[in-house]
């Protein structure tokens, strides 16, 4: 269950999203449900850090409902979670977002096991787990309008993966990333033609001022010609 606190952080936030309206009690017993369900794993496997089992939504939850300050969710989309280990920021936004269909891809059987648990017992019957490895993965996974990712890789590779599986023209890879996000876009601008990349934008990621404190980080978005 959440606290007082956690709850009254994810209404805030929805808030700010202009979620509160549409926000029924049904999700939040779905992303309360879905919180349990991950602390109580994390005792038996590791699903995030240990120092992080006690602010999932404080560090986890926050920064996938992150994501739709960066990105438009309102729309009826298909979008990829690429690494999506406990299922940030997939699960959360397709339980928030309930229209989009969501594909969490994760190629650790047993965070995989875990993702197919969690479907199954929040009846979320707009998401997928697919469980292998990105590279791996049959190119006829094509037509998504959105790549997430939550630092799972380099930019340079996640372009690569994402490159396949995007919309031409339409498709965008939205990703948090770290101190490194320069060095990675410059290593990038080298490579941008060999995936016929059309741009992209960096901005600070801090989606909730004055709700949520955060170490500095960037987000990303790289579009496709």
């Known amino acids: 269950m959440f606290h007082v606190e956690q709850k009254e952080l994810i209404e805030n936030i929805l808030k700010r999203l202009s979620l509160s309206l549409s926000f029924s009690g049904q999700t939040m017993d779905r992303l309360e449900l879905y919180h349990d369900l991950v ?14 089992t006690k602010r999932i ?5 926050t920064d996938s409902l992150g994501f739709a300050e960066y990105l438009d969710f309102s729309k009826e989309l298909s979008v990829m979670d690429l690494g999506s280990g ?19 891809v994760e190629s650790k059987r047993k965070r995989a096991g875990f993702l197919q648990k969690v479907v199954s017992e929040l009846l979320l019957d707009n998401v997928e787990v697919v469980c292998d490895r990105a590279e791996n993965l049959d190119s006829k996974m094509f037509g998504f309008s959105l790549v997430l990712s939550r630092s799972v890789a380099k930019i340079s590779l996640l372009v690569k993966w994402s ?17 490194d996000v320069e060095k990675e876009l410059r290593f990038l601008s080298e490579k941008a033609d060999r995936y016929s990349i059309s741009g ?3 901005e600070r990621f801090d989606p909730f001022p004055g709700v949520v404190e955060r170490p500095v980080r960037s987000f990303v978005r790289i579009y496709w010609k």
């Open 86 to 104: 406990a299922g940030f920021p997939g699960i959360v936004l397709a339980i928030v977002y309930p229209h989009i269909k969501m594909c969490l």
């Open 39 to 52: 602390y109580r794993t994390n005792m038996i496997f590791n699903l995030v850090s240990e120092k992080d």
């Open 163 to 179: 490159s396949r599986f995007l919309e031409k023209s339409a498709g965008c890879l939205g990703c948090i990333k770290g101190p």
């Open 57 to 61: 939504v404080e560090h986890h939850f």
């Open 200 to 202: 992209w934008e960096v």
